[in-house]
Nanobody, 119 residues
Framework: QVQLVESGGGLVQAGGSLRLSCAAS????????MGWFRQAPGKERELVAF????????NYANSVKGRFTISRDNAKNTVYLQMNSLKPEDTAVYHC????????????WGQGTQVTVSS
């Protein structure tokens, strides 16, 4: 089992930047694909960014391409989401999630961190 703890959320002005961190427990972090999700009021949960086990493959929602960057440091059991040029529509609760190789599904979720972008 793995536990995920997000941090780094907060209130920022439009155009500002924020970096989210997700710390994972356990020794098998390197075997997990990782994703960042967000859910805003009145909207469905969406996958914001994905990163493969080694970090060699990433992809992003069209709404954040060019502004957000996902990365991971397997030595620190941590995945990051660097968010630049933030917009009010980025306001949401952000969750990190882990997909173990046994299922390929996002079976483990963090508690979430609130990101609020003011105009």
């Amino acid at each position: 089992q793995v536990q995920l703890v997000e941090s780094g959320g907060g209130l920022v002005q439009a155009g500002g930047s924020l970096r989210l961190s997700c710390a994972a427990s356990g020794r098998t972090f390197v075997t997990y694909q990782m994703g960042w999700f967000r859910q805003a009021p009145g909207k469905e949960r969406e996958l914001v960014a994905f990163i493969s086990r080694s970090g060699g493959v990433t992809n992003y929602a069209n709404s954040v391409k060019g502004r957000f960057t996902i990365s991971r440091d397997n030595a620190k059991n941590t995945v990051y989401l660097q968010m630049n040029s933030l917009k009010p529509e980025d306001t949401a609760v952000y969750h990190c999630a882990a997909a173990p190789p046994t299922t390929g599904d996002y079976d483990y979720w963090g508690q979430g961190t609130q990101v609020t972008v003011s105009s």
